[in-house]
C-alpha cells in the first residue's frame, strides 16, 4: 500500500519453476498488498513452486492460452480485488522487482497514469545480453510506431510495466490478442485515449532460464507491431472502427473464474 492505494504485482507464468523464487524474493512486500500468479498450463511445476513461497492468489488455465490470454487472466483478477496500481512483473527474472517501488511510486503520486521499465534508455539491453538482431529490431518498430501514432517512446515492447486501475477500466483489453502482440495493442490502446506514458530506465538479463519467443514468433509478432499501428493512424484519421479502439464506458472486467480455475 502506498497512502491509500493498493498495489497488486501480476506475474504470467509459463515454466517458471525455476527463476520464479529468485524474481518473488525480490518483491518489495513492504509497498505490495498482493501477488497473483497465472499459470498457464506449464510442464514444470511452476504452480507448486508458487504455493510453497506462500503466493496466495494462483491460477491455474486448464489449457495453454497464450500470453495475452494469460495476462487478462492477471489482469482481471487484480481489478476484481480492488487494485489501484497494478505492476506486471516476469517471474523469468529477466526484469529486477527493484524498480517496483519507483513504478508505483510515480503512479501513486499522480505523475504518470502509466510507467514502463524500458530496456533502451540507457545501455541496459546490449549489456544485458539483448540478440543484437532483437535490438535491432527492436530500434526498428519503435520508430515504425513513435511516427504512425505520434509518440516518443524508447520502446514498446518491454514486459515491465504498470497502470492505474483508471486506465485499465478505460480500455477493453480483452478483445486484444490472446498472443504476445497482446503487450502491443494494449499500449496502442493506451495511447489513443491520451493517457500518458513515464519510462525508467530498466537493467535486464538475458540467460537460459528466461523466457524469449523464437525468430519466426518474433517475425509475426513484429508483423502484427506494424499492422496495429497502423489501424492506430487509420482510426485516429476516421477512416477505420476497430474493435480495440471502441470507446469503454466504465468497465467492469469479467471475473477471471470464467476463464480459469482459481485455486
Given at each position: 500500500?502506498?497512502?491509500?492505494?493498493?498495489?497488486?504485482?501480476?506475474?504470467?507464468?509459463?515454466?517458471?519453476?525455476?527463476?520464479?523464487?529468485?524474481t518473488?524474493?525480490e518483491?518489495?512486500?513492504?509497498?505490495?498488498?498482493?501477488v497473483?500468479?497465472?499459470?498457464?498450463?506449464?510442464?514444470?511445476?511452476?504452480?507448486?513452486?508458487?504455493?510453497?513461497l506462500?503466493?496466495?492468489?494462483?491460477?491455474?488455465?486448464?489449457?495453454?492460452?497464450?500470453?495475452?490470454?494469460?495476462?487478462?487472466?492477471?489482469?482481471?483478477r487484480?481489478?476484481?480485488?480492488?487494485?489501484?496500481i497494478?505492476?506486471?512483473?516476469?517471474?523469468d527474472?529477466?526484469?529486477?522487482?527493484?524498480?517496483?517501488?519507483?513504478?508505483?511510486?510515480?503512479?501513486?503520486?499522480?505523475?504518470?497514469?502509466?510507467?514502463?521499465?524500458?530496456?533502451?534508455?540507457?545501455k541496459?539491453?546490449?549489456?544485458?545480453?539483448?540478440?543484437?538482431?532483437?535490438?535491432?529490431?527492436?530500434?526498428?518498430?519503435?520508430?515504425f510506431?513513435?511516427?504512425?501514432?505520434?509518440?516518443?517512446?524508447s520502446?514498446?515492447?518491454?514486459?515491465?510495466?504498470?497502470?492505474?486501475?483508471?486506465?485499465?477500466?478505460?480500455?477493453?483489453?480483452?478483445?486484444?490478442?490472446?498472443?504476445?502482440?497482446?503487450?502491443?495493442?494494449?499500449?496502442?490502446?493506451?495511447?489513443?485515449?491520451?493517457?500518458e506514458?513515464?519510462?525508467i530506465?530498466?537493467?535486464?538479463k538475458?540467460?537460459?532460464?528466461?523466457?524469449?519467443?523464437?525468430?519466426?514468433?518474433?517475425?509475426?509478432?513484429?508483423?502484427?507491431?506494424?499492422?496495429?499501428?497502423?489501424?492506430?493512424r487509420?482510426?485516429?484519421?476516421?477512416?477505420?472502427?476497430?474493435?480495440?479502439?471502441?470507446?469503454?464506458?466504465?468497465?467492469?472486467?469479467p471475473?477471471?473464474?470464467?476463464?480459469?480455475?482459481?485455486?
Amino acid at each position: 500500500m502506498i497512502g491509500n492505494k493498493k498495489v497488486i504485482v501480476i506475474m504470467p507464468a509459463y515454466n517458471a519453476e525455476k527463476t520464479l523464487e529468485r524474481t518473488y524474493r525480490e518483491v518489495p512486500m513492504d509497498i505490495v498488498d498482493e501477488v497473483i500468479l497465472t499459470d498457464d498450463f506449464s510442464t514444470d511445476d511452476t504452480v507448486g513452486k508458487a504455493k510453497a513461497l506462500g503466493i496466495k492468489e494462483v491460477i491455474v488455465h486448464e489449457k495453454n492460452k497464450g500470453y495475452g490470454g494469460n495476462q487478462k487472466s492477471c489482469y482481471n483478477r487484480a481489478l476484481e480485488l480492488g487494485g489501484d496500481i497494478v505492476i506486471m512483473l516476469h517471474p523469468d527474472y529477466q526484469y529486477t522487482p527493484k524498480l517496483i517501488q519507483s513504478m508505483a511510486y510515480l503512479i501513486a503520486n499522480d505523475v504518470y497514469p502509466v510507467v514502463l521499465g524500458s530496456r533502451i534508455l540507457g545501455k541496459g539491453a546490449l549489456k544485458g545480453g539483448m540478440p543484437m538482431i532483437k535490438y535491432v529490431a527492436n530500434r526498428f518498430l519503435t520508430l515504425f510506431q513513435n511516427i504512425l501514432m505520434s509518440q516518443k517512446l524508447s520502446e514498446y515492447h518491454t514486459g515491465y510495466r504498470a497502470f492505474s486501475a483508471e486506465v485499465m477500466r478505460a480500455i477493453d483489453y480483452n478483445v486484444n490478442s490472446d498472443d504476445f502482440i497482446f503487450d502491443n495493442q494494449m499500449l496502442a490502446q493506451i495511447c489513443y485515449e491520451g493517457y500518458e506514458i513515464a519510462e525508467i530506465t530498466c537493467p535486464t538479463k538475458y540467460f537460459e532460464e528466461a523466457s524469449s519467443i523464437n525468430l519466426t514468433r518474433s517475425s509475426i509478432y513484429g508483423l502484427g507491431v506494424m499492422k496495429t499501428s497502423i489501424i492506430y493512424r487509420l482510426n485516429k484519421l476516421g477512416l477505420l472502427k476497430s474493435k480495440i479502439f471502441r470507446k469503454v464506458a466504465k468497465k467492469k472486467a469479467p471475473t477471471a473464474k470464467r476463464q480459469a480455475e482459481h485455486v
